[in-house]
């Protein structure tokens, strides 16, 4: 096979034009610094819940039933789970979120022997990586888990600022409805939602009487739809 040879008249062109290409790139990259790099999601297993039921009309404290949760249920529920660190927003007075959040992690936190670190707010004030910031610390010299209690109307703005995949938001009737149920425990492994599933607290969740659940939380956006009998 003939091989053509490269024309002389276009070295001076590749000359000229390779050094000024290769001055431009630099400059780009001096001005506007290297492309950013997606950080390694956190190898602690997170697991998120939110603050247990509370009166309507705003009034303090937390209902019977949220008081049966945060003392009798979660503890034993979430001690076996190797967490090392809770987080929980602090009430925030401006927009009235987060005001049992601390109420609800307390009592789990000191039947563990940890304290609460209320130190990321639901607030504007607060960077939205603070949370993110906190568990990349927490996870330099420990792979326990991490127990996130965040004020229910505001798991969404959580979720985004974890950087969640948010492949499980398909539907989002569902994603309304579970939003709004106090007794969901989510499990987030690398950024990914492995598991949603009820707590199961005795006597409080569970099947009402005369219905039949059409759809499992085991895996939200992958829920199977069961058939009435």
């Known amino acids: 096979m003939a091989f053509r040879s490269f024309p002389t008249t276009l070295l001076p062109f590749f000359t000229l034009c390779i050094p000024t290409l290769l001055s431009a790139l ?55 789970l190797d967490i090392g660190l809770i987080i929980a927003c602090p009430f925030d007075p401006d927009s009235g979120l987060c005001k049992q959040t601390e109420a609800t992690a307390r009592p789990t936190a000191e039947y563990i022997g940890l304290e609460v670190d209320t130190s990321c707010g639901a607030d504007e ?46 539907d989002d009737d569902e994603e309304d409805e579970l939003s709004q149920h106090h007794d969901v425990l989510y499990t987030v492994v690398k950024r990914r939602v492995t598991s949603i599933v009820s707590q199961g607290c005795a006597g409080i969740d569970g099947q009402a009487p005369g219905t039949f659940r059409k759809r499992s939380l085991t895996y939200r956006g992958l829920a199977q739809r069961e058939e009435a009998p």
């Open 26 to 80: 630099l400059a780009t990259v001096v001005i506007n610094g290297p492309l950013p790099v997606k950080a390694a999601p956190p190898n602690n297993t997170l697991y998120i819940i939110s603050n247990a039921e509370t009166p309507s009309l705003r009034l303090p404290g937390l209902t019977p039933v949220g008081l049966t949760r945060v003392q009798e249920c979660l503890p034993p529920l979430l001690s076996p």
């Open 125 to 170: 004030e607060t960077d939205d990586d603070c949370v993110p910031d906190l568990i990349k610390e927490f996870g330099r010299n420990s792979t326990q888990s991490v127990l996130i209690v965040w004020d229910i109307n505001d798991l969404d703005s959580l979720f985004e600022n974890l950087d969640v995949d948010d492949d499980w938001e398909d």
